[in-house]
């Protein structure tokens, strides 16, 4: 529901999903789509989700950095 905290199980979720794929695209699909879902719902939590992403998640190529 628009407003109520992100559910753990929702990032667990996500986090299950990255862990099923080594493609860079789909990464970056989950992620994003991810991150539209906790925007569009409930704002304030974004920053929180960031935070626990794994630091191992690229979003571009090393190349880009």
Known sequence: P????VPFS??????????ATS???EI????S??????????PEDLLPV???LPTDTR???LSCR
Do not use: C, H, M, S
Request: aromatic content about 10%.
């Open 2 to 5: 628009k407003g109520a905290p």
């Open 50 to 52: 960031v935070y626990v």
């Open 59 to 61: 979003l571009a190529p």
């Open 33 to 42: 789509n991810f991150f539209r879902l906790v925007t569009a719902l409930t």
């Open 10 to 19: 929702a990032v667990a979720k996500v986090f299950g999903q990255l862990e």
């Open 28 to 31: 970056t699909r989950i992620i």
């Open 23 to 25: 493609k860079r695209l």
